[in-house]
């Protein structure tokens, strides 16, 4: 579970939670947005691409749940990307492999 070094991230809590769920933590360095550029760039797609139209507020909590995994299937599987040589990343990743 990677983050920013913000501070609900660094929160009791939240390390509990992530110890918890059998996660493994990790944070970005300090000052340093490169490190989250890539996880960034995907949520701003994700927003764009999934949620531009629905109404703030407007969904339940499982809806958004189903949209957001229904969306990384998409996302991963049939979404090709001109940077990945117009493959989607799934394809990409087993050609590279």
């Given at each position: 579970?990677h983050?920013d070094?913000?501070?609900v991230?660094?929160?009791?809590?939240?390390?509990?939670?992530?110890?918890?769920?059998?996660?493994?933590?990790?944070m970005?360095r300090r000052?340093?947005?490169?490190?989250n550029?890539?996880i960034?760039?995907?949520h701003a797609i994700?927003?764009t691409?999934e949620?531009?139209y629905?109404?703030f507020?407007?969904?339940?909590l499982?809806?958004v749940?189903k949209r957001?995994n229904?969306?990384?299937l998409?996302y991963?599987?049939e979404?090709?990307?001109?940077?990945?040589?117009?493959l989607t990343?799934?394809?990409f990743?087993h050609?590279?492999?």
């Amino acid at each position: 579970m990677h983050s920013d070094q913000g501070s609900v991230y660094t929160s009791y809590a939240y390390q509990n939670y992530v110890k918890e769920m059998n996660l493994v933590g990790s944070m970005s360095r300090r000052g340093n947005c490169w490190d989250n550029a890539v996880i960034e760039s995907f949520h701003a797609i994700l927003k764009t691409e999934e949620f531009q139209y629905v109404k703030f507020n407007s969904l339940s909590l499982e809806e958004v749940r189903k949209r957001v995994n229904e969306y990384i299937l998409y996302y991963n599987e049939e979404r090709i990307q001109e940077k990945l040589d117009y493959l989607t990343p799934k394809e990409f990743g087993h050609q590279a492999a």
